[in-house]
Structures are given as C-alpha cells and as structure tokens.
C-alpha cells in the first residue's frame, strides 16, 4: 500500500507500479522465486498457466507444453510453499477432479498482466501495453478478487447469525466439462439445507434471468430437505450504485456518498445523487414484498 499514490488515477498507480521497466514490482515476483527455487522458469510458465486460465493437471500441462507427470513435481512444490492452492467441488474429496488455483492475488494479476509482456516494459511499451491488452482486461481480473470477496463476507454473516444456514462448509460446485459443464461458484452445505451462491461482477443491471438460471441449476440437487437460493451476490454497485460498491442500504451509502461530494478527490465524477435515494427507499419495499410472498406461498 506504501507504494500507491492517492494524487494518481488508478491506471497510472498501475503503470508506475508494474509496467515500466524501474517499476517497484516489474520484476517483484521472479525474484522471489528465484530466492527459493532452482528453476524459476519453468515455474513461471507454470505458474501463468494457472494465472491465465489453467486449472486441471491436464490443462496446466498443455498450456506449458509439458508432461503430466513432471508438471504434477512442480505443482506439489507450488502447493507446499502455499503459491498454488487446491480446489476440490462441494461433496467431493477427490483430487481427481480438483483444480488448482493461485492463492495470493498480487501473483494473479502479476502472471495474467505482467509476465507475458515483460519484454515489451523491458523496451519502455508499458504505457501501450496498459492502454490495449491490460484494461480492457482488467475486469476479469476484478471479477475474481469479487468473488474472494464473496466468500468472505458468506463466513462474516454466519460469524454474526445472518446466515440463512448453519453450514459446514463452503464450497465452488461443478459437474461435466466443456459447453456441457454447469457450475456454481459457491455452495454453503448444511445438514439438510444447501444455500447456492453465485458472485456476478457486471457492468449490467441484473435482472429475474440470472435468479432463473441458479434456480435451474438447484434442479440438479436432490436427497435435501430445503433447498435455500441465499442469493445471488451481485454487483450491485457496479451496476447502480458505482461510489461504494455493492451499498443496497443507507448505513453504507449515504456516509461514503456525502464524503464524495464534499471531498476535493482528484478526478471524481458525479456523486450519482439520483441513485442514493435507492437505498432509502428500497430495503423498506423490499421487506414488505418479502414478507407478503412468504405468505402467499403454500410451504
């Protein structure tokens, strides 16, 4: 955080942190694994694999143009030093479905945007590199820390009781593969009740289609009691709300949208005064059409 510039727009923090060539963190992460590694890189293509979209054995392999069975030596170092993690699918233990992930963020975004243009910032193109390949990108990016997001405020609601469920644990979901494959990012499993969970970074406003698609999806369960939507963590503020991100009440939007307008921030835009009145309003209808379609439905 020392290194941010509060003067700066956020695409020039970006360039005068990674993408030019006496940057702080250009070269932040080779380094630290050539500190602890004897072949920094090939776990760097390793690595960027993940970063870029490689998650199954099989895929990590291909897209570094190795053998199964030397990636997987290489892929039990990463994991041992905590760089890669895991992932196994709700109700399943099976490594042989599991996917493998980088567990720090800053490693994400520096082998999706950094490393496969290092060469271009190495000759002083850092500034084209940002404008046509890493900001048009840049939400895919946002989308995954949204969803880590996701997860963490799941556990700070059952940490309080504002879960719709006890569960036990929590989990992504998928079955099949390729144009077959259905997923669901997260799963919260109790006894008898499962919460589905799906985290939607989105420029769009969200409408009854994507409620529709998860409850789809729930059709593929069976053997529960209940099954709960809990909800589908959506971008709100993305959408809507744009100064405190996914704010649907006044407790978190009327205090940050009054700092916007009084504070002189460099580069602000509007304070979008027309949406603030939303969450005035809108959890008080939202209560009551909640409490007379629960009444309305023969449970």
């Not at 963590?233 to 700092?259: C, E, F, H, K």
Request: glycine share 8%; proline share 4%; net charge positive.
């Amino acid at each position: 955080m020392s290194y941010l510039d509060a003067e700066l727009s956020f695409k020039d923090n970006l360039k005068k942190l990674f993408f030019e060539p006496a940057a702080p963190l250009y070269k932040e992460q080779i380094q630290l694994l050539k500190l602890d590694l004897r072949e920094p890189a090939t776990y760097n293509t390793i690595l960027c694999s993940v970063a870029c979209g490689a998650g199954r054995l099989n895929e990590i392999a291909a897209a570094a143009d190795m053998e199964c069975n030397k990636v997987s030596k290489y892929l039990n170092v990463l994991l041992t030093m905590g760089i890669l993690q895991r992932v196994n699918p709700a109700f399943s233990s099976s490594n042989k479905i599991s996917y493998y992930e980088i567990a720090n963020n800053m490693f994400v975004f520096w082998y999706q945007f950094v490393f496969p243009y290092m060469s271009s910032i190495a000759i002083g193109r850092g500034h084209q590199v940002l404008r046509n390949n890493i900001m048009p990108r840049i939400d895919l990016f946002a989308a995954h820390i949204f969803k880590k997001i996701c997860l963490q405020y799941c556990y700070k609601l059952k940490k309080r009781n504002d879960f719709m469920c006890d569960f036990e644990q929590i989990s992504p979901w998928w079955q099949g593969s390729g144009s077959n494959k259905i997923s669901v990012d997260f799963i919260a499993d109790d006894t008898d009740v499962i919460c589905l969970i799906d985290c939607n970074w989105s420029n769009k406003k969200a409408d009854s289609d994507v409620l529709k698609k998860l409850l789809a999806k729930g059709e593929h369960f069976t053997g529960v009691d209940k099954l709960f939507v809990f909800g589908i963590i959506v971008s709100v503020g993305m959408s809507l709300g744009g100064l405190t991100g996914y704010a649907i009440n006044p407790a978190r939007d009327l205090g940050p949208r009054l700092a916007h307008a009084v504070l002189p921030i460099k580069g602000k835009g509007s304070s979008n005064w027309g949406y603030g009145g939303v969450t005035l309003v809108g959890p008080v209808i939202g209560a009551v059409a909640a409490v007379l379609l629960y009444g309305a439905i023969p449970w």
